[in-house]
């Protein structure tokens, strides 16, 4: 498993295993933007959908924001990145619900948390959750 940190200028990635580092960013205050978790570990061993399983990487927004809400100043309270095109947005929780909405108009089905410390996904159509 390997996880790799998208900056502005560059990127890192990093090997889980090895824990070797790839330097990509040399540039001091380069704003992380994206980190992408490559061989998610125990996806396809396990009794899930199919949406769940085709998924070799994931993608998890760093920029901190629901990329809605501040649009229009609004408040969120977890955010969620959505593994069909990437986009980072607001969870059930928070007022707007952006990515509930987001499934509904594109039906991109797989979204994972975007909150620190947590790995896992989410299958909107088959509501199943796993952790990588
Ligand atoms: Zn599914
Ligand atoms: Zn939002
Ligand atoms: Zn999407």
Redesign the pocket.
Known sequence: MRIQYLFIHGSISFDLKSSIAYLGCVQTGCTLIKSIVTNPKNMSDQNLCTHLTSITNVQIGDEGV?????KTG?L?VHLRTCQTCGIT??CDQ??????TKHFRHTNHPVVASAEKGERWLYCYPDEEMVEY
């Open positions: 629901c990329e809605e809400c501040i609004g969120w947005l607001c928070s007022p707007q619900t952006h990515m």
